[in-house]
Each structure stands twice: as structure tokens, then as C-alpha cells.
């Protein structure tokens, strides 16, 4: 895993099966971006099967046949999408496809599983909906920040114990470093990606609505600008937006592309996490100045101060849950209210922004 470039953000962890080799085929459409390599990870790790991939690019497929031996190439998407044998498709093609892709996925009989953002538009995620309702299957998120980082695991475990009492307010910091010459023409393109509280945004509305055990939110401002960029006078470098849940709790959250190149990792993710009875924050990839190592929590309560050090201690149980859930008809690692619902609220505050000029 690339520390250095968080499009190659692809987490490995102890294999934790939850069914039999064989039992879960899945296979791979769309490899534009390099968190397929993630998802991929989780889904092996508990249990599934990869048994081909399609891309229209052949560079990407070779990578990725090197990275996944046991995957065979497929001639075209519809050779995926006609083998029954294939139970899901996951995909990381670029987000403005996301969307209609999964529709035909579901259409042919298979659950989806998409790498963030999902979605570009509200249609997109109406026509989603509607298609799960249809059909009964899953469309799954892959909203990494949360699920595939051991220390935002164990936040919401902590959570889920009663440690901090009642969440009441929550902090999200998602910088990300650009690399800029590296990467493709529809990174720049809003159009192509949604923006950056769509794109980037996405993890945190989607922690923020689970920490703080929320069904829905509301979007009372949002911004964003193009501070550095101005070669590409589309793109946005910056945003940030303040959201009230349900039950009260609030949330601010900031994203960017600015990390700087002194740091020893692609971006200072950062939680803080507010409760009634103590607090929590959470340092995802590094503790700057004292530990290139990530996973670092912080909890502070009625029973004092401590700091947990969580790589290899926690795992990623979303993936085996998913699994499960595919083969079972539940809804466990994720309802799919939830997943669109976040998905909703990075479109809305992504609209209604005021952009910074």
C-alpha cells in the first residue's frame, strides 16, 4: 500500500472467512480507481472469491491480474453480467458511471459493491433506490475512511458500549495530498467526479450519521473553492459544511487537497467525537511527529485518559457482514438506508454550496 498516495489506499488484514472458497464468487468491473484494490482486499480476506475482471484498458487489467493471479480477464462487461455463477460485481470506475453501472449489475441478478462516491446526482440515487426495492439486492458502499481504518472501527465500538455517553458532536478532518501530474483528466472534472464534498465529503457524512447513531441530517451550509488549481478552473481544492442530525447531534467537517509534502503519509485523517460523558478522537493514518504508524485513539472519560494503538487489534468486520448479508437477505454491515442517505446528504451539501471565489 502506497502511504504516499491515498488513491492507492488498499488496507490488507487478517482473512477472516466467513464462508467456504467458492461459496461467493465476485468479480470486477472498473478499475479507474486504485481503491477497487481495497475493496478487493476486504472481500478475499472474508472469504470471496475473485474469479474475473473486465476494464476497457489493458494496462489497468495487467496490474490488476498481477496484484489477483486468480482472476481471468473477461472479454467485455457482459460477459460478467451473464456468468449466473457470479453473485456480486464490485467496481471503482469513474463516479459518474457509478450509478448507471449498478443499475445493470442489479438488473442481471448480482449484488453491487461501488467504491465512494456512489453517486453524482440525485437521480442517480433515486433510480438506485428504486432498482433495490425491485430487485431485493444490495448495493453496497465502500466508505473506506470508516470501514477500512481499524482505529474508526473501534470508535464505533467504543460508541456502541456506551464510553462516551450520548454523541452530541463530531469534528472530521479529510485532507488528502493531490499529486496532481499523476492523475486522470476526470479527477479535475467535477462533472465526472461531483465535486469535492460529494467525493471526499462522503466519508465523513457517513461517520458522522453513524457515530452519532443517526437516520438523517440536514445540510446548514456548505463551501467550496479553488485556492491553488487554477489550471484547472473547474476543480475545487477545498470545502467544508456544518450538519445537524436528527437527534441533535452536529457535525463540521473540512476536505482538501492540501496536504503538504513533509508529511509522511497521503493525509492527517482526523475524527473528534463528542459525548456527554468523555470524548474521542481518532488519528486514522499518522500521529504526526510521534508516529508515522496509523490507528491511533484517543479517549478521554470519567475513568480517565488513554490512547490505544489499534493496528492488527480490530479487523474489518464490514466486509464479512456484507458477504453475509448478500447471501442471507440482511442488512447488518449496512443498512441501505444508510448508505443512500449519506450518499444524499454529500449531493445536497455539494449543490447547495457557496463556492469561494
Same mark, same amino acid.
Given at each position: 500500500? +502506497? ?8 488496507? $490488507? ?16 468491473? /472498473? ?15 472474508? =472469504? ?18 498481477? @496484484? ?13 453480467? !451473464? ?8 467496481? @471503482? ?8 453501472? %449498478? ?6 441478478? $448480482?449484488?453491487?459493491?461501488? +467504491? ?7 437521480? &442517480?440515487?433515486?433510480? @438506485? ?10 448495493? =453496497? ?13 473501534? @470508535?464505533? !465500538? ?14 472530521? *478532518? =479529510?485532507?488528502?495530498?493531490? #499529486? ?8 479535475? +472534472? ?8 460529494? +467525493? ?30 487554477? &489550471? ?6 477545498? %470545502? ?6 436528527? #437527534? /441533535? ?15 509522511? *503519509? ?45 493496528? %492488527? ?6 466486509? /464479512? ?7 442471507? %437477505?440482511?442488512?447488518?454491515?449496512? *443498512? &441501505? ?14 449543490? !447547495? ?5
Amino acid at each position: 500500500m +502506497d502511504r504516499n498516495d491515498g488513491m492507492n489506499y488498499a488496507p $490488507k488484514g487478517e482473512v477472516r472467512k466467513v464462508v467456504e472458497n467458492g461459496e461467493f464468487p465476485f468479480a470486477v468491473i /472498473g478499475l479507474d480507481h486504485g481503491h477497487i484494490y481495497g475493496m478487493c482486499n476486504g472481500l478475499i480476506e472474508a =472469504g470471496g472469491t475473485l474469479v474475473a475482471v473486465y476494464d476497457p484498458d489493458s494496462e489497468k487489467v495487467q496490474k490488476f491480474i498481477e @496484484a489477483y493471479p486468480e482472476g481471468t480477464v473477461a472479454s467485455s462487461e457482459e460477459e460478467i453480467l !451473464q456468468n449466473p455463477k457470479i453473485k456480486l460485481v464490485a467496481s @471503482a470506475n469513474i463516479p459518474v458511471h457509478r450509478g448507471p453501472l %449498478g443499475l445493470r449489475v442489479l438488473n442481471a441478478g $448480482k449484488h453491487y459493491f461501488v +467504491d465512494k462516491p456512489a453517486f453524482t446526482t440525485m437521480e &442517480q440515487i433515486e433510480q @438506485a433506490k428504486q432498482k433495490v426495492e425491485e430487485t431485493g439486492l444490495n448495493w =453496497g458502499i465502500y466508505y473506506s475512511e470508516r470501514l477500512h481504518v481499524e482505529s474508526a472501527v473501534f @470508535a464505533g !465500538q467504543l460508541i456502541e458500549e456506551g464510553t462516551i455517553g450520548r454523541v452530541i458532536q463530531v469534528i472530521g *478532518t =479529510g485532507p488528502h495530498r493531490a #499529486n496532481a501530474d499523476n492523475r486522470p483528466d476526470w479527477f479535475f +472534472d467535477p462533472e465526472q467526479y461531483g465535486g469535492i464534498l460529494t +467525493d471526499i465529503g462522503s466519508h465523513q457524512i457517513e461517520q458522522f450519521l453513524h457515530y452519532a447513531g443517526a437516520k438523517s441530517a440536514k445540510v446548514l451550509h456548505s463551501k467550496v473553492a479553488n485556492y491553488n488549481y487554477k &489550471q484547472y478552473p473547474d476543480f475545487q481544492d477545498y %470545502g467544508d459544511a456544518t450538519l445537524v442530525a436528527d #437527534n /441533535g447531534a452536529t457535525f463540521y467537517f473540512r476536505v482538501d487537497w492540501f496536504t503538504p509534502d513533509g508529511l509522511g *503519509t497521503w493525509g492527517d485523517g482526523r475524527v473528534l467525537i463528542l459525548g456527554t460523558e468523555g470524548y474521542i478522537e481518532v488519528r486514522k493514518y499518522i500521529d504526526i511527529a510521534r508516529s508515522n504508524d496509523g490507528n491511533h485513539l484517543y479517549l478521554v472519560n470519567s475513568e480517565g485518559e488513554k490512547h490505544f494503538e489499534l493496528t %492488527g487489534k480490530v479487523g474489518f468486520p464490514f466486509f /464479512g457482514d456484507f458477504i453475509l448479508d448478500c447471501l442471507n %437477505g440482511t442488512e447488518n454491515a449496512m *443498512t &441501505q438506508e444508510h448508505a443512500f442517505t449519506a450518499a444524499a446528504l454529500c449531493v445536497e451539501a455539494q449543490e !447547495q454550496a457557496f463556492r469561494v471565489e
